[in-house]
C-alpha cells in the first residue's frame, strides 16, 4: 500500500506511548494499534487533527505517500 502511517516514528520522537495517546486522542488502544499497523481502511479528519495536536506536528508527519512500484519493497528493505 502506498500510504504509510508514521504514528509511531512521531510517538518515538515525542517519547509517548500508544496507550497515552489513545487515551488524550479519545480512541481505544485496538483502533490506534490498527491505525498504526496500517490495517485502517480510512481516518477521520477529527482523529488526524487529534493526533496531530497532541503530537504537535503536521498531517505530513503522520500520513506518508510512497510511490509502489516493483523496486518498492526493495527499497524499504534497504533503508532499514
Same mark, same amino acid.
Given at each position: 500500500? /502506498?500510504?504509510?502511517? !508514521?504514528? =509511531?516514528?512521531?510517538?518515538? $520522537?515525542? $517519547?509517548?506511548? %500508544? !496507550? +497515552?495517546?489513545? *487515551?488524550?486522542?479519545? &480512541?481505544?488502544?485496538? !483502533?490506534? %494499534?490498527?491505525?498504526?499497523?496500517? $490495517?485502517?481502511?480510512?481516518?477521520?479528519? %477529527?482523529? @488526524?487533527?487529534?493526533?496531530? +495536536?497532541?503530537?504537535?506536528?503536521? /498531517?505530513? *508527519?503522520? &500520513? +506518508?505517500?510512497? $510511490? =509502489?512500484? /516493483? =523496486?518498492?519493497?526493495? +527499497?524499504? @528493505?534497504?533503508?532499514?
Amino acid at each position: 500500500m /502506498p500510504i504509510i502511517i !508514521n504514528v =509511531d516514528v512521531m510517538l518515538a $520522537k515525542r $517519547k509517548m506511548r %500508544s !496507550n +497515552e495517546l489513545a *487515551d488524550r486522542i479519545g &480512541i481505544t488502544t485496538a !483502533n490506534l %494499534s490498527i491505525l498504526k499497523t496500517g $490495517k485502517a481502511k480510512a481516518i477521520r479528519f %477529527s482523529t @488526524l487533527e487529534a493526533i496531530c +495536536e497532541v503530537l504537535d506536528c503536521q /498531517p505530513g *508527519d503522520v &500520513i +506518508e505517500y510512497v $510511490k =509502489d512500484g /516493483p =523496486d518498492h519493497h526493495l +527499497e524499504l @528493505l534497504q533503508a532499514g
